[in-house]
């Protein structure tokens, strides 16, 4: 991968931002269930010996002399609260290392919610206390039933106290709509985003809690690679003229449309693995004015790159897609501030965004991977049909 400059998996990304970090003077912390070799036997950050049983960790030989102690990676036992907790301590104690934590599921959190509640939403709000915890909480829908499909995303959202109705200053150079919220909640496509994604934690003069919705099947999905030249983001680095690569809060289309695309009969908005589902339904069924938007940052809201795409699709249907149940995922939290973008370009109201996902439900998912199947292949087919969405469908 690295002498092509082509084809970076999740994996990868995920160690060249470690290296990249510890190259540069940071410490990087990572504990979890499972997680020196990744819960899906991806990561590999320690190999072991068949006959001896000795460990071998590569991050801790990537520069000579190297401390050993600057890259620490952990599996730990199933409790959630107190291991999280721990995490959390770490992270405050030392702000300037990457500390991470990572469920074995997503909803593995579950057994963690008073830490979120209590501690990782409010702290800074109750006794102004910064922490750049990371949580890495795979998410999203495969069959595997409900309790190994969802990070309950509509929790955090819920939690997230960024006003829905009122678009704040956008200006990135001053950073405030982040500094102003209480965490970040992210649901990236591309192993660069991941990339940057994780070393914009350290790279800021503050510290804010970053919510990842971590992948399962991206992991090794044949689409989501991303080019070496996507992770250059040497900007503001002395010795560099050139402007580096940075974290997306939002992807434009793929099919690289212009400033002004008035043939577009729908903008389909989604995040997370759902994307590539949708982009195969679109090229199945050659819906060529079908237009699918990545939002990579659902908090805080990026009122300023959706503004961006509702200008380039004046003649579009606005679709909210997702592949949670409507009562779940990001639509009640995304709806109000689609609609608040949609209202200052005078776009409509809330009744002018259609959803696209599943019914309403008690149960995150189906127990039963037929049904999942039929769920999942509706889903689709409503994002992309040729019929206009006259109401939700649920």
């Known amino acids: 991968m690295i002498e092509t400059g082509e084809g970076i998996d999740w994996a990868v990304a995920e160690a060249l931002a470690f290296a990249t970090l510890l190259v540069e003077g940071s410490h990087v912390r990572l504990s979890g269930q499972d997680v020196e070799r990744g819960t899906f036997s991806h ?4 190999l072991h010996d068949q006959e001896t049983g000795e460990k071998y960790c590569p991050l801790d030989h ?12 952990s599996n730990s036992s199933l409790s959630e609260f107190g291991v999280l907790g721990f995490e959390l301590g770490n992270s405050m104690e030392s702000p300037n290392a990457l500390v991470i934590w990572e469920a074995q599921f997503g909803d593995f959190a579950n057994g963690a919610q008073v830490i979120f509640d209590q501690f990782l939403s409010s702290g800074e709000s109750k006794w102004l206390r910064q922490t750049g915890l990371v949580l890495l909480l795979p998410h999203g829908y495969l069959g595997q039933g409900p309790e190994h499909s969802s990070a309950r995303l509509e929790r955090f959202l819920q939690m997230s106290d960024d006003n829905p109705v009122a678009i704040p200053e956008m200006d990135p150079t001053h950073r405030k709509q982040i500094q102003e919220c209480n965490w970040q909640v992210v649901n990236v496509t591309t192993p660069a985003n991941y990339f940057h ?20 099947n991206l ?39 212009s400033d002004l695309e008035e043939g577009i009969r729908r903008l389909v908005l989604c995040s997370g693995k759902l994307y590539y589902e949708l982009d195969e339904e679109r090229r199945n069924v050659e ?32 679709v909210w897609c ?3 149940p409507m009562n779940m995922g990001a639509y009640s939290y995304i709806a109000p501030r689609l609609c608040a973008a949609m209202k200052s370009l005078s776009r409509g109201t809330i009744d002018d965004i259609k959803y696209v996902g599943r019914a309403p439900s008690a149960s995150t998912a189906t127990g039963f ?9 509706e889903i689709l087919h409503n994002a992309v049909q040729p019929e206009p969405i006259e109401y939700h469908i649920i």
């Open 43 to 46: 990561r590999h950050s320690v």
């Open 62 to 73: 990537i520069m000579e002399n190297q401390n050993e102690e600057m890259f620490t990676v």
């Open 197 to 216: 994604v994780l070393r914009r934690q350290l790279h800021r003069e503050f510290r804010k809690p970053l919510i990842v919705m971590a992948p399962k």
């Open 219 to 257: 992991l090794r999905h044949k689409g989501c690679k991303s080019n070496l030249s996507e992770f250059d983001d040497v900007q503001g680095h002395p010795g560099f003229d050139k402007q580096g690569t940075r974290f997306k809060r939002l992807i434009k289309d793929q099919n690289d449309h």
């Open 287 to 318: 819906a060529k004015d079908v237009a699918i938007c990545r939002v990579e940052q659902l908090c805080p809201f990026p009122y300023d790159l959706i503004q961006r795409e509702l200008k380039r699709y004046p003649n579009a249907e606005i």
């Open 322 to 324: 997702q592949e949670e």
């Open 369 to 377: 991977p037929q049904v999942h199947e039929k769920e999942q292949s």
